[in-house]
Structures are given as structure tokens and as C-alpha cells.
């Protein structure tokens, strides 16, 4: 069975950092990425790695400020958030895909349950 399992999220102020992990289990995956969606938005693309982790993506919005990186051996994805802002504060999600890899929730079959991300000012 296919679990994806999200955690470091918390709260941080303003300029602070967070790092959140994801655990897969069941299955290795071709592609891994992070997606967050705040109140009221919809959920938007923030980082992706490919397999070899070699292949990276990211939002515009995050770029330089996140890092994505994977450790196939753990079969994880980890996302270091530096310098977060409170427009940062949503919730993170964990994706997933055998054979995608993309910037849209469609290039994702699996998906984790979550977790906060809260930027104080």
C-alpha cells in the first residue's frame, strides 16, 4: 500500500527556517515534489525532483529561497524552507508519481495528508 507521510511543518516567525520531510513507503517513485495551498487558494506547485534528484523544478515564487532534495536509500523528499515569509503560511502537501513528473497536481497520483506551515510577522 502506498503511503506518502509529511512532517516538520510548525510554526516559525518571519525570516526563520523549517524543513519538512517526506516518507514514501510501498512504492519507488519516478518523481516526488511538495505542494502548498493556503485558505481560500487552490493548491499550487511550489518544488519537484526527479528520481536521480539531479532533475529539479521549482516555483518562481520560491526559487532561491527552497531547496528540494531526495534520498532514495530512505525513499524521502525533504523540502528546506529558509527565510520564510508570511505569504509561505499554508498547507504543505507531499506528491508523487511512477512515471510524471510535472508542475500540476494532475503529474501526481499520490498525494500525503498534509502538513502546516504557519508564518508569523
Known amino acids: 500500500q502506498v503511503q506518502l507521510v509529511e512532517s516538520g511543518g510548525g510554526l516559525v516567525q518571519a525570516g526563520g527556517s523549517l524543513r519538512l520531510s517526506c516518507a514514501a513507503s510501498?512504492?519507488?517513485?519516478?518523481?516526488m515534489g511538495w505542494f502548498r495551498q493556503a485558505p481560500g487558494k487552490e493548491r499550487e506547485f511550489v518544488a519537484g525532483?526527479?528520481?536521480?534528484?539531479?532533475?529539479?523544478v521549482y516555483a518562481d515564487a520560491v526559487k532561491g529561497q527552497f531547496t528540494i532534495s531526495r534520498d532514495n536509500a530512505k525513499n524521502t523528499v525533504s523540502l528546506q524552507m529558509n527565510n520564510l515569509k508570511p505569504e509561505d503560511t499554508a498547507l504543505y502537501y507531499c506528491?508523487?508519481?511512477?512515471?510524471?513528473?510535472?508542475?500540476?497536481?494532475?503529474?501526481?497520483?499520490?498525494w500525503g495528508q498534509g502538513t502546516q506551515v504557519t508564518v508569523s510577522s
Open positions: 506528491a508523487a508519481d511512477l512515471v510524471r513528473f510535472g508542475t500540476t497536481t494532475l503529474s501526481y497520483d499520490y
Open positions: 525532483s526527479r528520481w536521480s534528484g539531479k532533475t529539479t
Open positions: 510501498g512504492r519507488t517513485f519516478s518523481s
